[in-house]
């Protein structure tokens, strides 16, 4: 299958801070990547939807200018949590798919905000 | 009405026996199914997907597919402790989004 990576794997970060997490594409040009999160025990939540050099479309409650999404080429998609709080503690996963392809998961990233 | 839905389990089956993980769609207009494990602590990795009414069979693993009934389900024949994960299921609708269930948990007993 196709192999997307995720960058960092694990994050410490301070209150208040802020955190960027890249997802790629390694084999394949990815038309559209979408960025979930999950909490102990749950399933996944859909953040947003994004497309290369379009606006990300965001999942109702998901705040636009918290999660900052930038889908900058056909293989790199980034997601910026801003004024991280504890509760943004979470798992962090990224996907990406081509027309008539699956969608692929990269192997996520665990933040904690301390 | 949750758009997919799944039992969230645990089931519980012996080592060697067959799991059925079934999985349920809201909508009639769903075009393709997936299914994807999910180990504790890891990311979902894709295991199957199915596009047309039928079973489709890869290894140990068989999907099958009822649109009339809108029922897609997993089968897992000789099941291996290694098979402990979670399944999600997950629909893909005509405006190309793709829904998940919350997941059913197996655990395959040594």
């Known amino acids: 299958g196709a192999v997307v990576s995720q960058h960092p794997s694990w994050v410490i970060c301070k209150s208040g801070t802020s955190v960027k997490i890249e997802c790629r594409s390694l084999?394949?040009?990815?038309?559209?990547m979408f960025w979930y999160r999950q909490f102990p025990k749950q399933s996944l939540m859909l953040m947003a939807t994004s497309n290369e050099g379009s606006k990300a479309t965001y999942e109702q409650g998901v705040e636009k200018d918290k999660f900052l999404i930038n889908h900058a080429s056909l293989t790199l998609s980034t997601l910026t949590v801003t004024s991280a709080h504890p509760e943004d503690s979470s798992f962090y996963i990224c996907?990406?798919?081509?027309?008539?392809?699956?969608?692929?998961f990269g192997p996520g990233t665990r933040l904690t905000v301390t | 009405q949750k758009e997919v839905e799944q039992n969230s389990g645990p089931l519980s089956v012996p080592e060697g026996a067959i799991a059925s993980l079934n999985c349920t769609y809201s909508d009639r207009v769903s075009q393709s199914f997936f299914w994807y494990r999910q180990y504790s602590g890891k990311s979902p990795e894709l295991i199957m997907s199915i596009y047309s009414n039928g079973d489709k069979e890869d290894g140990r693993f068989t999907a099958q597919l009822n649109k009339a009934s809108q029922y897609v389900s997993l089968l897992i024949r000789d099941s291996q402790p290694s098979d402990s994960a979670t399944y999600l299921c997950a629909a893909r609708y005509n405006n190309n989004d793709m829904r998940f269930g919350a997941g059913t948990r197996l655990t395959v007993k040594p």
């Open positions: 996907s990406a798919e081509a027309v008539g392809v699956e969608q692929y």
């Open positions: 084999d394949f040009q990815a038309t559209t």
